[in-house]
């Protein structure tokens, strides 16, 4: 008896330590719902010219792979860096940072930095100074999008010429019945009117214009930002291939699920790669 339940208690102890070690934090899984690796994933990278790495902003696991995926894709192809999360008229600071000329706490003072840039994205803007890489701040100044927001693209008429500068050319295309801000309207109840996606589309144009405008011959731009401004192929991708139709780009969106052993039906197609991490990953704010 006793010889039986030793040999029990070891059973246990090793199907227990096998099933721990196979809990995963996040799968990947291709359009179609497909599992597939973080190798296919960089592999298929190397075969376009535009990336953009869609996440959720407080997630630490995706934070974590945009930084490795920059790294080994940069083994691979020469890059130019680009993200939301820095506003098109901070990029003189931007560049004063990456240039060496001014500390971490000047660039914190004079540029309108997101609350977690030093978790988040200061990682990435370092490993760019660090392989002297270009790294461009592609998003509109927001006081911008809330001028939309209170008065749609009809408010940007009385910026000066040298503010415009900032934003996508006016006029831009806009179609407002693209589902994704379609989307944005009902899941607001109508709050915001007409003018909520409106302002969102000034976000998605603005970075299109900055990523098509920093783009080097021979290099891939990656870009950063947040899942919703690229899934579906919508949003900047969108406004990417409006201008550009040619241009090859990868879509990578992030969602989140309690299960990540197999991509919930919702998402299927919402980008070419989709990472899947579990709802209980750490979140950084």
Not at 74 to 100: C, F, H, P, R, W
Not at 156 to 178: G, Q, R, V
């Amino acid at each position: 008896m006793v010889l039986k339940n030793a040999l029990f208690c070891l059973v246990f102890a090793v199907s227990f330590a096998g099933s721990a070690q196979n809990k995963m934090p996040y799968q990947i899984f291709t359009k179609s719902g497909k599992i597939t690796t973080y190798n296919q994933m960089v592999d298929a990278a190397t075969q376009n010219e535009v990336i953009l790495f869609g996440e959720h902003h407080d997630n630490s696991i995706i934070h974590w792979l945009q930084l490795e995926f920059t790294k080994d894709l940069s083994t691979k192809s020469a890059l130019v860096l680009g993200a939301e999360m820095i506003e098109a008229d901070n990029q003189m600071q931007l560049d004063q940072y990456l240039n060496g000329e001014i500390n971490q706490q000047a660039f914190d003072t004079l540029a309108r930095l997101w609350n977690n840039h030093k978790t988040d994205y200061k990682p990435l803007v370092d490993f760019a100074k660090q392989r002297k890489m270009r790294f461009i701040a592609t998003n509109v100044p927001r006081r911008y999008a809330r001028m939309v927001y209170r008065g749609g693209f009809e408010a940007l008429d009385t910026l000066t010429a040298n503010e415009k500068k900032w934003i996508a050319p006016m006029p831009f295309s806009y179609d407002s019945n693209l589902p994704g801000y379609r989307k944005m309207v009902e899941e607001m109840g109508g709050h915001g009117g007409e003018n909520l996606p409106k302002a969102q589309a000034i976000k998605d144009a603005t970075m299109a214009h900055f990523i098509t405008e920093n783009m080097k011959k021979d290099s891939i731009f990656v870009h950063y930002n947040g899942t919703y401004h690229s899934d579906f192929h919508e949003g900047i991708f969108w406004y990417l291939k409006s201008s550009l139709p040619r241009l090859k780009i990868l879509t990578i969106a992030t969602v989140s699920q309690s299960d990540v052993s197999s991509l919930e039906i919702e998402h299927l197609n919402k980008a070419d790669f989709i990472i899947v991490t579990d709802d209980d990953v750490t979140k950084t704010y």
